[in-house]
């Protein structure tokens, strides 16, 4: 469960040709990820991960915003494909002590910088990680009420009061961000995936430079908006 998954996804026919191209590549994808650390997505798990444009973006985004003395401490949960930008470009791994919670085991690979995450459990981690985290980045597995409310309780036990949150995930989660989430303001930034036509949106409980912010009376429409 990784980056977005979607309860009601269903596919049209006219996609089943691109949806057979896919587990082509992927069947390619494992074969190398079995040698290294290049893990790419698995619909075997429902994830579907961002652009790595918007990866990219995130992750330079929260370098260049939590700069200050010694290392920020940052924690992506369930956002695999970003935590991946910022291993692989050399600049944001020396600059940040980044960690992923994430569901799919074959994060692995990295070593202490991966733990096990499975929303169920949110507390599930040792006391070592609690309040422990600069800024969390963060997208709830599953569009769902349920899914939202466990996060939450994992959130609260990893920040500390002055945590920068970023949460991505579609729009129809507003009402329980605005609940759930002190301070969250819509973010003018959308992350994109490149097979879903989900509005999805991103949150931060800052002022964000880099992310900008949508006009006042957005965040207040966005519960009546619906995902397909």
Not at 126 to 152: G, H, N, R, T
Request: charge should be negative.
């Amino acid at each position: 469960m990784a980056d977005s998954d979607d309860d009601d996804l269903s596919l049209r026919p006219d996609t089943l040709a691109v949806l057979q191209q896919f587990l082509k590549e992927q069947s390619a994808q494992q074969e190398t990820e079995q040698q290294g650390t290049d893990i790419g997505e698995d619909w075997n798990l429902s994830q579907f991960w961002y652009e790595p444009s918007t990866s990219q973006h995130v992750a330079e985004t929260i370098a260049k915003e939590i700069e200050g003395e010694g290392k920020k401490r940052v924690l992506f949960l369930s956002t695999p494909s970003i935590f991946k930008a910022v291993h692989q470009d050399e600049a944001l791994s020396k600059q940040l002590d980044y960690h992923l919670f994430e569901y799919d085991k074959r994060f692995g690979v990295f070593g202490d910088r991966f733990r096990f995450y499975d929303y169920r459990d949110p507390v599930g981690f040792p006391a070592s990680y609690k309040q422990s985290f600069d800024y969390i980045c963060f997208d709830p597995p599953f569009l769902s009420q349920e899914c939202i409310e466990k996060v939450a309780l994992s959130i609260e036990a990893l920040s500390h009061a002055s945590t920068r949150l970023l949460i991505l995930t579609g729009r129809i989660q507003w009402p329980h961000i605005n609940r759930l989430f002190a301070n969250m303001r819509v973010c003018k930034f959308k992350p994109e995936h490149p097979r879903l036509q989900n509005d999805f949106f991103c949150c931060s409980n800052y002022d964000s430079e880099q992310l900008g912010r949508e006009e006042e009376g957005v965040s207040n429409t966005a519960s009546t908006s619906s995902s397909s």
